[in-house]
């Protein structure tokens, strides 16, 4: 799905309402919408609280008012400043409804079996305060359901960051896609459950949207479905690819190990570990069907790349940091193969990414780099990816085009981002992933669909939402060893469905 800015859905509204629907009629739509899912949540003639704002927002909630109340629910309606003030559809949305209009002046609400945020969209441009950042933190300290229109109410549609307070809801509903912040911590935690609703826009109207933002995505099968590795009748080992996993000293193989297993369930023909001599007893006595090779330094491991047929080579996870792992991802960049850089092959490059970016350039490697926040920090120290008040995408997309890899930036809300500037939100996932390990394994998943011939962002989104599919199967008590035994029934419940 992809998903639109604040900004690009006003270029929609607009578009729409050039090719003849009237505003007017989006706004009964999406207020229609709105009443609908409250009526849901509602029992029986059950009463609700609408709070509505000073814009269409507001407008939305007058008429899920009135549509309400028609159906015969009780309906106590707030408005934050006076409704005379109100201009345009939102005015009129205003005047169909008959019932009293109480001053939202953080006077005390009444009990109710729900509240509907429609006081602030998505396009709010400034913090809450005064009044209304009293209305919002009054809502949340009552703790009673709310339903949140379009987003909640202090939260931002681009970046998902919270301006001074915001809603808590239990349901959004939001309109033609959803928006970037309503993936990003911590707008997706202050959603609650996603509903999306079409108001009559039509195809042209969004292909105007589209056209007016960079591709950004919400991650899922219908993103990389076509590019996931199909075997035939003729596939074996050698076609599926063959991935070198690089491992540090005995006393730290684990973590290579996790990855080497899940570049093996997820379809990687071959899969080899290469480790210091002194290592290759401790991984041997864990390893069946990976394979072993002894490599102690970058001269090693440009001897072993010279077998072409190691197509993919994944380096960090227990690696060791320093000069030494710098070596190791300089030889592995120069060698053109496909190229998976996680822990301490990136925070080998702390405060370096133009070097690490000038290695990746050498050999024309198809990299993928994958760093959780500290990681991003540590690598990224001094760059535009960390420019203070960026959002995680603007941040993601600025790291890629840096290096010229598709970065991983992971975390609840994953961001995954391309150098050509495509990316995505992953909201899949489960944070029971949140363990030690968890990260080798999402590495070697990659690495493993790189192998086998997917391009690097495909592959990258894919392997994040495998990983994710795994812990929403699993929950509590996950381990990082779980993940790769998860997978046969992840690929054949979930990848296989998307083929056609």
Not at 195 to 212: C, F, K, W
Not at 319 to 338: I, K, M, N, S, Y
Request: glycine residues 14%.
């Amino acid at each position: 799905m992809r998903l639109l800015t604040v900004a690009a859905m006003r270029r929609v509204d607009a578009a729409a309402i050039d090719g003849g629907v009237p505003g007017l009629a989006l706004m009964e739509a999406a207020g229609a919408a709105v009443a609908d899912r409250a009526r849901a949540r509602l029992p029986a003639g059950g009463r609700v609280v609408v709070l509505c704002g000073p814009g269409n927002n507001g407008g939305d909630g007058f008429v899920a008012a009135r549509r309400l109340a028609e159906a015969g629910y009780a309906v106590d309606l707030f408005c934050l400043g006076e409704p005379s003030k109100l201009t345009g559809d939102a005015a009129h949305a205003a005047g169909t409804w008959t019932g009293p209009v109480r001053a939202a002046d953080g006077a005390a609400l009444p009990s109710c079996d729900l509240v509907i945020d429609a006081l602030f969209g998505a396009g709010l441009s400034r913090d809450l305060d005064g009044a209304a950042r009293a209305l919002v933190e009054a809502v949340n300290a009552a703790g009673g359901p709310v339903l949140a229109v379009d987003v909640p109410s202090g939260v931002d549609g681009d970046t998902g960051a919270v301006r001074g307070s915001a809603i808590r809801a239990v349901e959004t509903v939001t309109f033609v896609t959803f928006k970037p912040g309503h993936l990003l911590e911590p707008g997706r935690s202050l959603c609650g459950q996603l509903s999306l609703a079409d108001i009559g826009t039509g195809p042209a109207a969004l292909e105007a949207g589209l056209a007016a933002c960079a591709p950004l995505y919400r991650n899922g099968p219908e993103l990389w479905g076509r590019d996931f590795p199909r075997l035939t009748a003729a596939s074996h080992k050698y076609t599926r690819g063959h991935a070198l996993v690089l491992s540090g000293p005995a006393t730290k193989t684990g973590a290579a190990r996790l990855a080497a297993r899940g570049a093996l369930r997820v379809g990687a023909g071959l899969v080899t570990v290469a480790s210091p001599a002194a290592a290759i007893a401790e991984n041997a006595a864990h390893l069946t069907a990976i394979m072993l090779r002894p490599c102690e330094s970058a001269d090693d491991l440009d001897d072993l790349l010279t077998d072409e047929r190691l197509n993919v080579i994944l380096a960090g996870p227990g690696l060791g940091t320093g000069e030494p792992t710098r070596e190791r991802v300089a030889v592995a960049a120069a060698a053109g193969r496909g190229l998976v850089l996680d822990a301490d092959a990136l925070t080998s490059f702390a405060g370096k990414a133009p070097l690490l970016a000038a290695h990746l350039a050498d050999g024309d490697a198809r990299a993928v780099l994958t760093p959780h926040a500290g990681e991003f920090a540590r690598l990224f120290d001094g760059t535009d990816a960390m420019a203070e008040g960026a959002d995680k995408v603007t941040r993601s997309r600025a790291a890629a085009a840096l290096t010229g890899a598709v970065v991983v930036f992971k975390g609840a809300d994953t961001v995954i981002a391309a150098p050509d500037g495509r990316a995505a939100i992953n909201d899949h996932g489960s944070p029971y992933l949140g363990t030690a390990g968890s990260g080798d394994v999402l590495c070697g998943l990659i690495a493993g669909l790189l192998a086998q011939g997917m391009e690097p962002f495909a592959a990258a989104a894919a392997g994040v939402w495998l990983h994710g599919d795994a812990g929403l199967r699993h929950g509590p008590g996950l381990i990082a060893e779980d993940i790769p035994e998860l997978m046969p029934a992840v690929l054949r419940d979930r990848v296989e469905s998307t083929r056609g």
